[in-house]
T-cell receptor, first 108, second 113 residues
């Protein structure tokens, strides 16, 4: 069993839909990261959180430390949101353990 | 724009050869981590350098080695390349006196034939 599990693996949505991507992990962590990766490879950090909820524009990330679970929500999805979304946890130091990613496709 | 750059962008090598990949971090970022991302998978931790010393390593053989320099640049060296080394190689840096936030470079796509 992977230390971090994401679901779904693939997600197709229509423009405007509300999207949720889930991430579960199995160890105690110091921080949970949500990252976005576009074709071509570059990774952009969306959120880093250790408790509660963060919001940036149409993106919202939540974490429940007791349940070892985090979610990334996208409101009013747009085709430009199409990308791979990856969660990764950090225990100590700088090492990140990544999930396999969720391929999101938003159709116009 | 993360302020982290990597070179080269793409590279094609032959099995058995050696390769050096480079990463330039933001000024003040004293920690750099390297990751290997095979196609369709999440990145895997290779190793981490803090103040020019390796201080953490993933499940990669010794032919993967690195260096970190005082000017916040670093290198990943891979000897005796194998076909399975074909992947996207990412570096990420952070300032350990600040938050846990990490800044990723755009990656180097290595193809071994």
């Amino acid at each position: 069993k992977n230390e971090v599990e994401q679901s779904p693996q693939n997600l197709t949505a229509q423009e405007g839909e509300f999207i949720t991507i889930n991430c579960s992990y199995s160890v105690g962590i110091s921080a949970l990261h949500w990252l976005q990766q576009h074709p071509g490879g570059g990774i952009v950090s969306l959120f880093m959180l250790s408790s509660g909820k963060k919001k940036h524009g149409r993106l919202i990330a939540t974490i429940n430390i007791q349940e070892k679970h985090s979610s990334l929500h996208i409101t009013a999805s747009h085709p430009r949101d199409s990308a791979v979304y990856i969660c990764a946890f950090q225990t100590s130091g700088s090492r990140l353990t990544f999930g396999e990613g969720t391929q999101l496709t938003v159709n116009p | 724009e993360t302020g982290v750059t990597q070179s080269p962008t793409h590279l094609i090598k032959t099995r058995g050869q050696q390769v050096t990949l480079r990463c330039s971090s933001q000024s003040g970022h004293n920690t750099v981590s390297w990751y290997q991302q095979a196609l369709g998978q999440g990145p895997q931790f290779i190793f981490q350098y803090y103040r020019e010393e390796e201080n953490g390593r993933g499940n990669f053989p010794p032919r993967f080695s690195g260096l970190q320099f005082p000017n916040y640049s670093s290198e990943l060296n891979v000897n005796a390349l194998e076909l399975d080394d074909s992947a996207l190689y990412l570096c990420a840096s952070r300032d350990t006196t600040g938050s846990y936030e990490q800044y990723f470079g755009p990656g180097t796509r290595l193809t071994v034939t």
